[in-house]
């Protein structure tokens, strides 16, 4: 007989088990189950009576739509190998699926329980009850679309809308619904609403995926989830701060309805009007009771005939100053005009003199005073013109000398009639 060595002889053992059981599946109770740092999953398969270990390498978990947790029941898919060092032989898990559970159903608990306790469904923000910009995310070429356009140009029309076209079912989806609501949030929009039509669980888990539920709770920006019919839930409906029914539910939610605004406003008019009907009301009662207080007054009467008397002297001392006035100025008119004539003889008397002289002088000596004009108008032109200055002044000096005795006798009447 041969002699094997350990490693031989466990050599041997994992061809024959590996050829053997190539592909195996198994079900029973998952224990002792640790994620490593690696990303491996190890654990430990049981039922009553056996255990068996198994192994669930990184490419493998990632693929996973729920998470193997510790007393789970599930079913294995994969292939029987030996651990030489050890010589221990585990079941090398390709795929798992949960035992009495659908895999995406067992998934989605998983994930809401997860965040549950995170805290991201009690991200609460207020939606706007009139806003002025909202971002839509979703498919342009569905029909969810062209119904919410609908329902928001029938009840408001005053608000513009920024549609980001989205990938909402496939492979990629959950990246674009992320990314798109990075955008959204950087737009400066009063609300965001998430929307797709109905589906199936499958058909809809993109909107369960964590990278989308993170996206909306890290928004700042209020976000409405509106996903599939009133039925259908999924986890951004819990993480966003309001959740519609469906699409078209979310436009109702979101915006106000303009004949609701329109009677309200008719209603607070109506109100208005009233609330001023009755406030004059009541303050001219008011008023009407302190004048009857007021009329019962001994002091009221005579407050009234001291008006009365005020107002008369008032009139009556008006009418003597425009009177007076009218006379004094009659008064002045004539001596105005005298003094203007005599102003006037005065100039053209002076003029005519000078003019006089000019020709006496020239019809005397026309030669010398041709070519010495300028010196001989040079030499007599002063006294000529002081003599017609002070002849001009002299009767100015005359006329200011009456305007004054006239503006005396004025005075002394003014003091008389204020004396009478």
């Known amino acids: 007989m041969q ?26 109770e998952v224990s002792n189950c640790t994620y490593h740092s690696s990303g491996h999953l190890y654990f430990t398969l049981k039922d009553k009576d056996s255990n068996l270990k198994c192994v669930m390498f990184r490419g493998n978990v990632s693929k996973l739509k729920f998470k193997i947790t510790e007393g789970s029941s599930v079913i294995l898919f994969g292939a029987i190998s030996l651990y030489t060092p050890r010589g221990e032989y585990q079941l090398n898990c390709i795929s798992a ?80 619904i992320a990314r798109n609501l990075k955008y959204a949030d950087s737009l400066g929009v009063d609300c965001v609403v998430l929307a797709r039509g109905g589906g199936s669980l499958e058909d809809l888990w993109a909107f369960n995926e964590p990278l989308v539920v993170e996206a909306i709770f890290n928004m700042k920006t209020p976000v409405i989830s509106a996903i599939g019919h009133e039925p259908d839930v999924v986890l951004s409906d819990f993480v966003a701060d309001l959740r519609a029914p469906t699409p078209s539910a979310a436009m109702e939610l979101l915006l106000p309805d303009k004949n609701e605004c329109l009677m309200g406003l008719d209603f607070l008019q109506r109100n208005l009007e009233e609330r001023i009907k009755h406030t004059l009301e009541s ?20 407050i009234e005939n001291l008006y009365h008397q005020f107002h008369y002297l008032s009139l009556s001392l008006q009418q003597k100053l425009e009177s007076k006035l009218k006379k ?42 041709q070519r010495k004009g300028y010196v001989f108008a040079h030499i007599h032109q002063k006294p000529i013109q002081n003599l017609l200055d002070l002849k001009f002044h002299s009767n100015i000096t005359l006329e200011d000398s009456r305007a004054r005795v006239l ?13 009478s």
């Open 3 to 28: 002699v094997l060595s350990v490693s031989a002889l466990n050599l041997q053992i994992k061809s024959l088990l590996e050829a053997t059981f190539l592909q195996v599946s198994v079900c029973g």
């Open 283 to 302: 303050k001219l009662r008011t008023l009407n009771t302190l004048i009857m207080l007021l009329e019962k007054n001994p002091f009221f009467h005579k």
């Open 97 to 176: 699926t949960p035992s009495g559970i659908g895999e995406l159903t067992l998934a989605y608990q998983q994930l809401k329980e997860e965040y549950e306790k995170k805290g991201y469904f009690k991200k609460q923000q207020l939606i706007p009850k009139f806003p002025k910009k909202v971002a839509l995310l979703t498919s342009k070429s569905g029909a969810v679309l062209h119904d919410m356009l609908r329902v928001a140009q029938k009840r408001w029309e005053l608000t513009e809308f920024f549609l980001l076209d989205t990938l909402v079912q496939g492979e990629g989806a959950k990246e674009e």
């Open 328 to 369: 004094y100025e009659y008064a002045l008119k004539p001596l105005e005009m005298n003094l203007m004539q005599k102003l006037e003889e005065t100039f053209y008397k002076n003029q005519n003199h000078l003019e006089s002289l000019r020709l006496s002088l020239e019809s005397k000596n026309p030669k010398n005073y």
């Open 407 to 419: 503006a005396q006798v004025l005075e002394i009447h003014s003091l008389e009639d204020k004396n």
